[in-house]
């Protein structure tokens, strides 16, 4: 199946630091990526739309100047949590579009990265 | 985008076959059904997709009825490792479209 990859896997930041976060298509090129959050014991929640070459389509709710997303090549999308804070501290999973041979599509999702503001 | 419902948690025992039962009343033509699998502090992997009737894969089985209103994952022989959450996503993705995730169902298998 396709791979997503994630780095860091974990970080530890100060409040009022920024921290970029990759995701990676190993296998496959992928227009369209996803982020979510997820907080402890709780399901994902959709961040953004991240599309490659045009800018990313927030969800309500979400700030796009606090989380600056870039998706420069078909492999590659990037989460920017600037000035971050400790109720930033989450669990975020990216995930990759896949087209099927069938002419649906398939999501898969990187391993996430485990982010704690202190 | 179709809303599901699942079951909030099931137990079972090793062994055993599971079937968890999601309702998506309001489906859409160009939907499709999608089941993940998830365990703590990792991301969703996919298990298994389906349009209609019945898919199958190397493991789990998917079954869809004529309607299309619920679809039910079947995870055959259950192991301890199969302990996790369960999510049913139902949606196009193709033309913009995004997956949403309900609360899924907590899976427990025991000994």
Known sequence: G???SQHPSWVICKSGTSV???CRSL???ATTMFWYRQFPKQSLMLMATSNEGSKATYEQGVEK???LINHASLTLSTLTVTSAHPEDSSFYICSARVRTDRGSYEQYFGPGTRLTVT | LAKTTQPISMDSYEGQEVNITCSHNNIATNDYIT???QFPSQGPRFIIQGYKTKVTN???SLFIPADR???TLSLPRVSLSDTAVYYCLVGDMEYGNKL???AGTILRVKS
Do not use: N
């Open chain 1, 2 to 4: 396709a791979v997503v």
């Open chain 1, 20 to 22: 970029k976060i990759e």
């Open chain 1, 27 to 29: 296998d496959f090129q």
């Open chain 1, 65 to 67: 100047d606090k989380f």
């Open chain 2, 35 to 37: 089941w993940y699998q």
């Open chain 2, 58 to 60: 190397e493991v789990a």
């Open chain 2, 69 to 71: 209103k619920s679809s």
């Open chain 2, 100 to 102: 949403v995730f309900g």
